[in-house]
């Protein structure tokens, strides 16, 4: 009867959850006009889509996010925007050159999908939803990192209040985009199961709670009660995350290290902070 209450429970919480998630992201046009158009646009350009969605499933990545060329460009590679950005996955120069990508190859239909592969994949390592890389890739990750510190939170539907309105407008094109594609649910999912805990039952029943965790690396300047403290978590949750890490980084001097994936951007936003206090105020922590 506990086991049933408890499952429950957590299904009520989950439904919770979605119901309070889905306030905030959802797709602000989907009239018919809108779905025709982007519908009309895939259609025109069948073969530059099947390109970017084999490229995008070669490396393990969504086809929806074939619609961030299309809200980029319309799939248009001799397309330039105001500020400059060139073809379909309309990139600057400074972002191209971050990955490779030369100044006249960003309207290179195959070099810049490429590279936008490569740029996509490192944005979800390190925010672990695509609503974030959305407006990542919008606005770059300074902006992201400002607008989670100003708001105190690494989550989307908080943080988002302190981007730029064309982030923000940015990112309501791509739902409605997957909307009209049939992939909206499947976004939505992604974003919330990235903040969603992971119960379970142990000893005869007791419920644990383990979060789902993204991996990073650090060394052995690292102080884990600087880390704990920064982050605003139990220095023992933190070790619980990371079993044997101080032999780790005693024996080696470095290790992976693993956070639940809505902590995991504040650490890397304050990683040099984090590191520079630990030096500073370095002491052992035992397990």
């Known amino acids: 009867m506990n086991s049933f209450r408890m499952i429950f429970t957590t299904i009520l919480v989950w439904v919770c959850s979605w119901s309070a998630y889905g306030q905030f992201l959802s797709a602000t046009d989907t009239s018919e006009n809108s779905v025709r158009r982007y519908k009309t646009i895939i259609n025109t350009n069948k073969d530059i889509v099947k390109f970017i969605e084999y490229s995008l499933s070669q490396k393990g990545l969504p086809r929806h996010l074939r619609n961030l060329a299309l809200i980029e460009s319309g799939f248009n590679r001799n397309v330039i925007s105001g500020a400059g950005a060139v073809g379909v996955w309309q990139f600057m120069t400074s972002h191209a ?3 490779g990508l030369s100044e006249q190859n960003r309207n290179d239909l195959y070099k810049s999908t490429k590279t936008a592969v490569v740029s996509l994949s490192k944005l979800y390592k390190k925010y672990n939803n695509w609503v974030t890389v959305v407006a ?7 902006n992201i990192a400002k607008a989670m510190q100003a708001a105190g939170s690494s989550q989307y539907h908080i943080f988002y209040k302190y981007l730029p309105d064309e982030t923000i407008n940015h990112v309501n094109k791509y739902l409605n985009a997957c909307y009209a594609t049939g992939e909206l649910q499947s976004v939505l999912a992604n974003y919330n199961s990235s903040r969603m805990n992971t119960v379970f039952l142990v000893n005869g029943g007791s419920k644990v709670s383990r979060p789902e ?3 990073t690396d650090i060394n052995a300047g690292f102080n884990l009660k600087v ?9 023992d949750q933190l070790l619980a995350w ?3 890490i101080n032999e780790t980084l005693q024996s080696k001097g470095e290790s992976s290290f693993f956070l639940p994936m809505d902590l995991m951007p504040d650490f890397l936003m304050r990683k040099n902070k984090i590191l520079s206090r ?3 105020e370095s002491s052992p922590v035992s397990q």
Not at 136 to 142: L, V
Not at 227 to 235: K, Q
């Open 97 to 99: 050159n971050q990955y």
């Open 136 to 142: 990542a890739y919008n606005c770059g990750e300074g």
């Open 213 to 215: 965790l993204a991996e």
């Open 227 to 235: 880390i704990a403290d920064e982050l605003h978590v139990n220095i």
């Open 242 to 244: 990371n079993p044997g």
């Open 278 to 280: 630990s030096v500073k």
